[in-house]
């Protein structure tokens, strides 16, 4: 049997309006979210969605292929409980105590209320298999853009990040 290569990404230029769109929120909080990220900026006032993508879920490899799956929109909170046929309040408290009852996936906390699940992640777990190998968060902790010990979040948020980089040597 032959080994098929696989191309992997490494930039995918978006603007700020798509990249709101795909992370379910306004422009105004997309512009946040970057600029506590690091992302890597691109001409023209374009994000590298690759390097969003990493940083965010903490991705190695993405595959080319996965790129259109994986720009579409993230889930609430509420879209995730609608699927479940459960509560929103059941699953944002499952989410914080990382309950292993629900073995929820993965999220990330983009603001003080705002909560995101990424559609492919969503799809493993209600079909209960296990993610494809490059969707398994390689390294660092999980993103939290909201500070919780009520310091300075954008404080919190670069120590996350230059903590994450020092990990995961990019």
Same mark, same amino acid.
């Given at each position: 049997?032959?080994?098929?290569?696989?191309?992997?990404?490494?930039?995918?230029?978006? @603007?700020?309006?798509?990249?709101?769109?795909?992370?379910?929120?306004?422009?105004?909080?997309?512009?946040?979210?970057?600029?506590?990220?690091?992302?890597?900026?691109?001409?023209?006032?374009?994000?590298?969605?690759?390097?969003?993508?990493?940083?965010?879920?903490?991705?190695?490899?993405?595959?080319?292929?996965?790129?259109? =799956? *994986?720009?579409?929109?993230?889930?609430?909170?509420? =879209?995730?409980?609608?699927?479940?046929?459960?509560?929103?309040? @059941?699953?944002?408290?499952?989410?914080?105590?990382?309950?292993?009852?629900?073995?929820?996936?993965?999220?990330?906390?983009?603001?003080?209320?705002?909560?995101?699940?990424?559609?492919?992640?969503?799809?493993?777990?209600?079909?209960?298999?296990?993610?494809?190998?490059?969707?398994?968060?390689?390294?660092?902790?999980?993103?939290?853009?909201?500070?919780?010990?009520?310091?300075?979040?954008?404080?919190?948020? @670069?120590? *996350?990040?230059?903590?994450?980089?020092?990990?995961?040597?990019?």
């Amino acid at each position: 049997m032959r080994k098929i290569a696989i191309k992997y990404a490494s930039y995918h230029p978006m @603007t700020i309006s798509r990249i709101a769109e795909h992370l379910s929120v306004t422009r105004k909080t997309a512009t946040k979210v970057v600029g506590e990220l690091s992302c890597e900026m691109m001409p023209g006032g374009r994000v590298n969605f690759v390097d969003l993508l990493r940083r965010l879920w903490r991705l190695h490899q993405i595959p080319s292929s996965e790129l259109p =799956q *994986l720009q579409r929109p993230l889930l609430s909170v509420k =879209q995730l409980a609608a699927m479940a046929g459960i509560e929103e309040h @059941t699953i944002r408290r499952a989410g914080n105590e990382r309950d292993p009852k629900w073995r929820l996936p993965h999220h990330a906390d983009l603001g003080p209320r705002i909560r995101r699940y990424l559609p492919a992640h969503v799809d493993a777990w209600r079909l209960n298999e296990p993610f494809e190998w490059w969707l398994e968060p390689r390294f660092g902790k999980a993103v939290r853009l909201v500070d919780t010990t009520g310091g300075d979040t954008a404080k919190a948020s @670069t120590m *996350l990040y230059l903590r994450n980089k020092e990990q995961s040597g990019y």
